[in-house]
């Protein structure tokens, strides 16, 4: 049985994990937020620790900073990919994103120290902004890569007036709208992403790797209520046309519909109403407005149609006994995200050569590895963390768990390595 530290070195993950710890907001740790000078920062150090490993690094049109590890053999080689990302959630955790760069990152010291040319390139990328931003558009870098980005998001501002396209031709993307999947995409082997679970399955079921079976689609609504803004002191209460009362109705609801579903489907279905911004928003003022988001992941569109008419029936409802005028217009929405069985298979097999239990898993996040999918074949692993915290400081992982991750990582490339070398190389 080979052990996982043949292939990894934990402190060196560890003493990663605190570097990059150390560009966040310092009154809001851990803050590291897209386009941020902590941010920016954070990308400077990954840029030096990808050139010391040798990796010759660019920006490419969609913003992500890659680190190529060329294989032997002419161009145009294979490649394969392998990332995740540094940006964070406000006050959000040092592990999210950032296990999966680190243990990409430890393949690259591993084949440097064997002395190890590869039969096709290597990608080790940051996606840009992978969390969802003030724009509204999460997992930018690689929604460009699968030719998802569009002008209209580009042109979209924040509170400050800071555009959307500009921010990313700041940081060397080119803050144009992609052109379509990634031109290099039949050249792509394949795509994997370590990620730790945030959820407590793999905690405790006692299991070290989770083999992601599919990403679950997430959908986002705006629901805007309109009602009447009035003096607190003088409206009485027949008769009022209170938005926050009304959106107060729809946020139960969808809680308790989502919870039916869930059980009644048996499926991963969840659904949160976690932004709501009332308006005049003053203490003695009725409240005349509401806008909300809602936040919507299913691992069956089938549960996600029924809950959307389910919604609107709800919202009909809820404008005739609340007086007020309600609309829902959908944001965002990204179909499920099955992962490519063959890669699953290869990251099965060599958890077992390590002696790493494993156990099929759903995702409950969203990730870049679903829009990589889209275009390459694509799978994901797991790491516990601890108690299921994450978007929190309090999220926890081992540099030991991020390391048999990692090692998992570096057995799958030499098994595609020696699966696809002309015999010898490797
Ligand atoms: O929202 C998500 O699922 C991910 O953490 N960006
Ligand atoms: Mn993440
Ligand atoms: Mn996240």
């Given at each position: 049985m080979d052990d996982y530290l043949t292939y990894t070195k934990p402190d060196r993950i560890a003493a990663g994990v605190d570097q990059l710890a150390a560009f966040t907001e310092p009154d809001r740790p851990y803050t590291r937020l897209v386009f941020s000078a902590e941010f920016d920062a954070g990308r400077r150090w990954l840029e030096d620790q990808f050139s010391a490993a040798g990796l010759v690094c660019n920006i490419d049109a969609g913003g992500s900073l890659i680190g190529i590890r060329a294989g032997a053999g002419a161009e145009p080689r294979a490649k394969l990919i392998i990332g995740s990302h540094i940006d964070t959630v406000p006050?959000?955790?040092?592990?999210?994103g950032i296990a999966g760069v680190l243990a990409a990152l430890e393949i690259v010291h591993y084949l440097n120290e064997h002395d190890i040319t590869l039969p096709f390139d290597l990608e080790i990328v940051d996606f840009l902004g992978e969390e969802l931003n003030v724009w509204g558009t999460s997992c930018l870098g690689s929604r460009h890569m699968a030719g998802l980005i569009t002008a209209e998001m580009l042109g979209r501002k924040d509170q400050d007036g800071r555009c959307l396209g500009a921010e990313i031709a700041r940081i060397g993307g080119s803050g144009k709208p992609s052109a379509g999947v990634r031109g290099d995409a039949d050249r792509i082997l394949g795509c994997f992403e370590l990620h730790i679970e945030q959820a407590k399955t793999l905690q405790s079921m006692l299991v070290d790797i989770g083999l992601v079976t599919e990403i679950p689609s997430i959908y986002r609504y705006g629901i805007t209520v309109t009602g009447q803004a009035g003096h607190s002191g003088t409206t009485v209460m027949d008769g009022r046309r209170d938005a926050a009362v009304a959106a107060a109705d729809i946020i139960t609801a969808v809680s308790d519909l989502a919870g039916r579903i869930e059980a009644e489907d048996n499926r991963h279905f969840v659904a949160t109403i976690g932004k709501i911004d009332i308006f005049?928003?003053?203490?003695?003022i009725v409240p005349g407005r509401a806008e909300m988001t809602l936040d919507l992941r299913a691992a069956s569109d089938r549960s996600r149609l029924r809950f959307e008419a389910a919604l609107d029936k709800l919202i009909k409802q809820t404008s005739m006994t609340r007086n007020c005028q309600i609309s829902r217009d959908q944001l965002a929405g990204a179909a499920v995200a099955p992962m490519d069985k063959k890669l699953i298979s290869i990251l099965a097999d060599q958890s077992a050569r390590l002696g790493l239990g494993t156990m099929p898993i759903s995702s409950g996040a969203g990730h870049d590895t679903a829009h990589l999918s889209r275009f390459a074949r694509a799978a994901m692993l797991f790491i516990p963390c601890q108690d299921g915290l994450s978007h929190c400081p309090e999220e926890f992982t081992s540099a030991d768990s991020i390391a048999r991750g990692a090692a998992v990582l570096v057995r799958s490339v030499l098994a595609l390595a020696e699966q696809s070398a002309p015999k010898g190389l490797i």
């Open positions: 006050a959000g955790g040092r592990f999210d005049p928003n003053g203490a003695a």
